[in-house]
């Protein structure tokens, strides 16, 4: 008997034909490591299903399995001396960041510490102490009274958190917290909004009502709410760069230097542990690290950050009170140099490991060894902030006697996305072009050199950090007084919009005597549309790096198709089979 007739035999093909294309497709999108184990286990039930039966159909399913890894390239390739451009929407690399210097010492509790000896917890040395008072609007926390309470009486600062619940009313979810709470004042940290749990719900759900939850209680108490959240859990589900100047309560153990969400690059509170240890606790208990002094940690739990008060507290930018938080001089239409030696920079991480050298740009530059950590310890930050949005040249000032790195990634937060450029920082003496890029008007964007970029640490590689040039392509000539150069026409230089990656020989670059960028057009080969240096069509070849491994799109469609045939042709072979192994 048929089994199942057309009906069957067309499902079956579709089924195949789909996990066929599903997996190619995914696996040319994303081919980290990490995401090929997760998928491997779907292709073994499909390869067992539809080709281990046919051996003459193995040959074709492992070249279907092995596509993806076609043009993998390792890391220690990815150097381009007129820098490799990424587009991703966000980071491609996360941003780890360090204390600026001093931290105090803090904890969070609930009702799973139990009854707490707070005598014995300030006698500790805990300085701050973060107090749940709700999960959603169906738990209260049932020592929230008491903990409140014993905490204000034993001189703690304190705070007060919610663990959200997108799926329960927001309005009864501020409204609990803010009753309890009680109005903003002296010794209280700004209320906080835990998000770590989508609560059965989606993306959107989660977003619109957490972002509503932080609108209402800013609203009551004109606080900034201060964000406890995982840099993972943010940027897959809350995906915003919008609250970079929120107050951020970062959750990541185990690492001293956590990874930053989209949107921040400077944390308030680090919990870095969910198994410490405090006197007067019995078990467990999260331990958390203040960012500043105790006299900074006083002012942030003022109730609301003094401007004028000679500390830059979370939620100060430059912008808002320039007495206190160093301010970056404004980037002009035309573009200007950002030296290392003004506001606008920050050389993050271990102070003892950069060094300092009467070199480079107007006499002075900053360098620190290159490590192939997982995470950056020594980091450098050009912060930016835009008079007029524009299409931006950025270059980097490059010494040839101290800059060694021939991997120095830059990541670039610009407008609503980030990229990354990978130079090499011998290839150039002066100024080394890392790309094109599209910035809007205002501050929160910046430039970071991480000195991770794996480069072994025996090689002592020295990575430079030094100025920055930008260099705005889209506008009439500078003024006079601006201190630019004009800026060179335009020569075909790839721009972040096309998301493309350029190869290292793609771009010649020629420093000309005046230090001005040249892009010499007749060394760079035609694109596959005629165009020369030109961004590739919508049609073109794009490029995508993923951990590690660049894959090119281009062989897509004819994957697909050889797909449908797979599909067929394998199907057709298990029914055969089938019909064989049928009793008649």
């Not at 286990?41 to 890894?69: C, D, G, Q």
């Not at 926390?141 to 009313?169: C, K, T």
């Amino acid at each position: 008997m048929d089994e199942g007739g057309p009906e069957r035999a067309l499902g079956q093909f579709l089924e195949a034909s789909g996990n066929c294309a599903w997996w190619v497709a995914l696996s040319m999108a994303d081919t980290s490591l990490t995401s090929m184990a997760t998928k491997g286990m779907f292709l073994t039930h499909w390869y067992h299903k539809y080709y281990e039966p046919e051996p003459s159909m193995r040959r074709l399913a492992l070249f279907i399995l092995l596509v993806p890894f076609l043009g993998c390239t390792d890391r220690s390739d990815r150097t381009a001396s007129a820098g490799s451009v990424l587009e991703t929407g966000r980071l491609s690399q996360a941003l780890n960041v360090c204390a600026d210097n001093e931290t105090v010492e803090g904890i969070d509790v609930s009702h799973w510490q139990a009854e707490i000896d707070w005598d014995a917890v300030a006698a500790s040395g805990i300085k701050f102490a973060v107090i749940r008072v709700s999960d959603g609007t169906r738990t209260l926390d049932r020592h929230f009274a008491r903990n409140w309470a014993e905490a204000q009486r034993v001189g703690l600062i304190r705070g007060i958190y919610q663990y959200f619940r997108a799926g329960q009313n927001v309005q009864e979810q501020a409204r609990i917290l803010l009753d309890r709470m009680g109005p903003p004042g002296p010794g209280l940290l700004p209320p906080v909004i835990d998000l770590e749990d989508l609560d059965g719900g989606n993306n959107a759900q989660l977003q619109a009502a957490a972002f509503e939850w932080i609108r209402l209680v800013e609203q009551e108490t004109g606080l900034r709410p201060m964000i406890y959240t995982g840099s993972y859990f943010w940027d897959d589900h809350l995906q915003s760069n919008a609250y970079g100047e929120y107050p951020l309560w970062i959750a990541q153990w185990g690492n001293d230097c956590p990874r930053m969400p989209a949107g921040w690059n400077r944390w308030a509170m680090h919990q870095y542990t969910a198994t410490g240890r405090v006197a007067g606790i019995n078990g467990d208990v999260d331990r958390n690290r203040f960012n500043g002094s105790l006299e900074a940690l006083q002012v942030f739990a003022g109730g609301m950050a003094s401007c004028g008060d000679g500390i830059c507290s979370p939620g100060e930018t430059g912008r808002m009170c320039p007495a206190d938080c160093p301010h970056c001089a404004e980037i002009p239409p035309a573009g200007r140099i950002v030296n290392e030696q003004e506001p606008c920079f920050l050389a993050g991480g271990p102070t003892q490991y950069w060094r300092e050298e009467a070199s480079g740009h107007e006499g002075h530059l900053y360098w620190t060894h290159t490590t192939d950590n997982e995470n950056s310890a020594n980091y450098a930050v050009w912060n930016f902030d835009f008079a007029e949005a524009g299409n931006y040249r950025i270059e980097a000032y490059t010494s040839a006697q101290w800059a060694r790195s021939q991997q120095a990634e830059y990541l670039i937060e610009h407008g609503m996305n980030s990229a990354s450029a990978v130079i090499d920082q011998t290839a150039v003496d002066g100024w080394n072009l890392i790309g094109e890029f599209q910035f809007i008007a205002g501050d929160n964007q910046s430039i970071r050199l991480n000195d991770n970029t794996g480069e072994p640490n025996e090689g002592m590689v020295k990575l430079v950090a030094d100025a920055i040039r930008l260099t705005r392509l889209d506008a009439p000539p500078p003024s006079p007084d601006s201190g630019m150069e004009p800026p060179v026409a335009d020569a075909g230089l790839p721009t972040t919009s096309d998301a493309e990656t350029m190869t290292a020989d793609a771009m010649p670059v020629t420093p000309s005597q005046d230090g001005s960028i040249a892009t010499d057009t007749s060394q760079t080969p035609n694109r596959p549309d005629g165009t020369v240096g030109s961004p590739a069509s919508p049609q073109g070849l794009r490029t995508r790096n993923s951990g590690g491994c660049t894959t090119t799109n281009g062989p897509l469609q004819p994957m697909l198709i050889l797909c449908l045939f797979l599909g067929g042709y394998g199907v057709r072979r298990l029914r055969g089979r089938n019909r064989m192994q049928s009793p008649r």
